[in-house]
């Protein structure tokens, strides 16, 4: 069984200072690991059994893997990932835009962005 796979363009911007070359890579690595290559499934479908017991590589999502949910994914991976990296204070993932397709694109925005509180 072949799992449905995209590939995904992910730039993704940050809000303050960051060694970018050293978040890409780190990001880049996650992608790699978890998402690329593989299927991602939200946790109702009913193929996650059957992927699981052949061993192939799904992740599952919250939700629906949606362009939406998975910028906001990418958006929580990075600030996670900003944690670890040298940076300046404050530093966080401002914008995540995700290309499906020409057609389907979705650009996420921190609430710091939108005008919210970062936490």
């Not at 992740?59 to 600030?79: H, I, R, S």
Request: aromatic share 8%; glycine share 10%.
């Amino acid at each position: 069984m072949v799992g449905h796979n995209h590939r995904k363009r992910a730039p993704a911007t940050g809000g303050a200072i960051v060694d970018f070359g050293a978040f890409e890579h780190v990001l880049r690595a996650w992608i790699d690991r978890y998402l690329d290559h593989g299927t991602m499934l939200g946790p109702a479908d009913p193929l996650l059994p059957l992927l699981h017991a052949e061993r192939c590589k799904v992740y599952e999502l919250e939700g629906w893997p949606t362009v939406e949910n998975v910028a906001a994914l990418l958006a929580e991976v990075g600030d996670g990932f900003l944690n670890e990296l040298a940076r300046a204070p404050g530093a966080y993932v401002a914008s995540v835009h995700l290309a499906e397709s020409h057609s389907n694109a979705f650009t996420w925005m921190s609430p710091i962005v939108q005008g919210g509180a970062h936490a």
